[in-house]
């Protein structure tokens, strides 16, 4: 998937992709970022805007 797509993706589906991902492939959400070349400031407020935020502890994308 495209880097710029995860910004306008549909917030529902973001979150999975988001979760699969950090469950299946990476150890924590800056090494998604860094790996998938996704901007980690950017990609954070879009998750905020939709109310949920990065749990380091269990390595999901969680509602706030």
Same mark, same amino acid.
């Given at each position: 998937?495209?880097?710029?797509?995860?910004?306008?993706?549909? #917030? /529902?589906?973001?979150?999975?992709?988001?979760?699969?991902?950090? !469950?299946? +492939? %990476?150890?924590? +959400?800056? *090494?998604?970022?860094?790996?998938?070349?996704?901007?980690?400031?950017?990609? /954070?407020? !879009?998750? *905020?805007?939709? #109310?949920?935020v %990065?749990?380091i502890? /269990?390595?999901?994308?969680?509602?706030?």
């Amino acid at each position: 998937m495209n880097p710029s797509n995860y910004l306008t993706i549909d #917030g /529902t589906m973001l979150i999975s992709i988001l979760n699969m991902k950090l !469950r299946d +492939f %990476y150890p924590s +959400f800056d *090494a998604l970022c860094e790996d998938l070349q996704l901007d980690f400031t950017l990609l /954070t407020k !879009r998750l *905020a805007s939709l #109310g949920w935020v %990065y749990n380091i502890q /269990t390595n999901q994308i969680k509602p706030l």
